[in-house]
T-cell receptor, first 113, second 119 residues
Framework: DAKTTQPPSMDCAEGRAANLPCNHS???????VYWYRQIHSQGPQYIIH???NNETNEMASLIITEDRKSSTLILPHATLRDTAVYYC??????????????FGQGTTLQVKP | GAVVSQHPSWVICKSGTSVKIECRSL??????MFWYRQFPKQSLMLMAT?????????EQGVEKDKFLINHASLTLSTLTVTSAHPEDSSFYIC???????????????FGPGTRLTVT
């Protein structure tokens, strides 16, 4: 699976949009981009995933560049409860079939009042 | 979404003893479950893949005789840390694989984790 690069930490003001970048320059055509987050001392929580089109759900939006080498997770109105470590994971079709997820270091998002 | 539980949520044990952690899929059957370990301020590290009715597959560097995995049913996998030592103190997280018909892919749902402290 392709590696990802994320900034180690970011701050965001409460109520503002949080934009979390992820670089995956070696991504191949059949690899998906997944985002999970982990609130302190809890298990990871699925947020969103995409292949090449932008995606939106009740939690967030995922913007994938046209060349698919990077993506941005957007939390439109961050709250204090969004403070967590956010993981961007690239997964290919074979591991999509096995369900295996390999985590990188992620970005620690601190939402401040 | 699918719900995965773990028991206990935290445990303290003495060095040299064994500890069993349970992982259950509550509203679905999981032929495959995964066990992760997480040390403070570090990311999750995959330890092993647990397959119902067969032997677990361990990641490189994980001692299979120390971390015994049993996946005896479609809803339960157990991780036993044998002869635990202080360096085994960690946050252990399981996840279960479920096939999502809408996407046509296997997805992974995580349990809440078990905090193990070995004294």
């Amino acid at each position: 699976d392709a590696k990802t690069t994320q900034p180690p930490s970011m701050d965001c003001a409460e109520g503002r949009a949080a934009n979390l970048p992820c670089n995956h320059s070696t991504i191949s055509g059949n690899e998906y981009v997944y985002w999970y987050r982990q609130i302190h001392s809890q298990g990871p929580q699925y947020i969103i995933h995409g292949l090449k089109n932008n995606e939106t759900n009740e939690m967030a939006s995922l913007i994938i560049t046209e060349d698919r080498k990077s993506s941005t997770l957007i939390l439109p109105h961050a709250t204090l409860r969004d403070t967590a470590v956010y993981y961007c994971i690239v997964r290919d079709r074979s591991s999509s079939n096995t369900g295996k997820l390999i985590f990188g270091q992620g970005t620690t998002l601190q939402v401040k009042p | 979404g699918a719900v995965v539980s773990q028991h206990p949520s935290w445990v303290i044990c003495k060095s040299g003893t064994s500890v069993k952690i349970e992982c259950r899929s509550l509203d679905f059957q999981a032929t495959t479950m995964f066990w992760y370990r997480q040390f403070p301020k570090q990311s999750l590290m995959l330890m092993a893949t647990s397959n119902e009715g067969s032997k677990a597959t361990y990641e490189q560097g994980v001692e299979k005789d120390k971390f015994l995995i049993n996946h005896a049913s479609l809803t339960l996998s157990t991780l036993t840390v044998t002869s635990a030592h202080p360096e085994d103190s960690s946050f252990y997280i399981c996840s279960a694989r479920v096939f999502e018909g809408t996407s046509g892919r296997y997805e992974q749902y995580f349990g809440p984790g078990t905090r193990l402290t070995v004294t």
